[in-house]
């Protein structure tokens, strides 16, 4: 008796088939892509122009940025070595150009500081409170350096300020932690002196000299000031003999040696 043959219940797609259906989805896709393509191919052509366009913009942009900066830099380091040279009159020419609008802001700041100080070298104190002033005003330019400018103008101006004009204006700036806490301080700490308020004097002074980050010699001087409004300012005496190079054995030896007879 003949086998009856296994065939599969649901057989696969020959390979003619297989090769049919493959062309047939590659044929589809095409004419998708041609189809889009039709419709929305200015638009995709437009895009990637747009952006060639933009790129090339941005790379001529930061060349002549990038240009101009460096001219800026070399005005900047040429005004810096004329006054290095104690030529301020010369170095506040040089960069005068930088104070224009267009410049960077740092530029702009960092030439105005330096005709700053050609002003004040040349006794002309009007107009270098007046460029500190512009700089202050200046809302491009950074607060640090505007906070400096702010601390200049008003030593500049002192003598010709009302204290509680000096108070107001530097107050901010003489709080301790800030960065300019020590020359704003004192400052501060001066006008209420003048205004009668010794109490707010003594506090500056005593934190001015108590703060380590501080110049020494502002410390110093700071610690006197304190002491003569009635503040103690001093926290570890040892540490003060110390830095004033005082051995604490002599120092403790003198404490007990008698008064010599009169």
């Known amino acids: 008796m003949a086998r ?22 590659e044929a589809v896709r095409e004419d998708a ?27 001529v942009y930061d060349h002549f940025a990038e240009q101009k900066l460096e001219q800026q830099s070399e005005a900047l380091i040429s005004g810096l070595d004329a006054a290095a040279a104690g030529d301020f009159k010369t170095a506040g020419e040089k960069v005068a150009p930088l104070t224009a ?17 050609a002003a004040i070298e040349a006794g002309d104190t009007a107009k270098a409170s007046g ?26 101006d002192y003598d010709r300020m009302k204290p509680a004009d000096v108070i107001a204006r530097l107050s901010p700036l003489a709080e301790p932690g800030s960065p300019w806490f020590g020359s704003a301080g004192e400052l501060v700490a001066m ?3 003048e205004n009668g308020n010794r109490a707010a004097a003594g506090k500056i002074f005593a934190g001015i000299a108590k703060d380590e980050s501080q110049p020494e010699t502002l410390r110093s001087r ?9 503040v103690d300012a001093v ?25 010599a007879a009169e």
Do not use: C
């Open 191 to 193: 006008a209420h002196v």
């Open 235 to 259: 926290v570890d005496v040892r540490k003060l003999l110390k830095d004033e190079g005082v051995s604490t054995e002599a120092a403790a030896a003198g404490a007990g040696r008698p008064a």
């Open 4 to 25: 009856t043959p296994n065939i599969p219940a649901n057989p696969g797609p020959s390979r003619e088939d297989e090769v049919l259906i493959r062309e047939i989805d």
């Open 101 to 117: 609008e267009g410049n960077s802001d740092g530029a702009r700041a960092a030439a105005r500081f330096i005709q700053a100080a």
């Open 131 to 156: 460029i500190y002033d512009a700089i202050v005003k200046d809302a491009g330019t950074p607060k640090a350096l505007r906070d400096l400018a702010t601390i200049r103008q008003v030593s500049l």
């Open 33 to 59: 892509l041609m189809t889009f393509l039709r419709v929305h191919g200015v638009k995709v052509l437009a895009v990637i122009l747009a952006g060639i366009a933009a790129l090339g913009a941005w790379l």
């Open 222 to 230: 700071a610690r006197q000031m304190a002491g003569l409004m009635g």
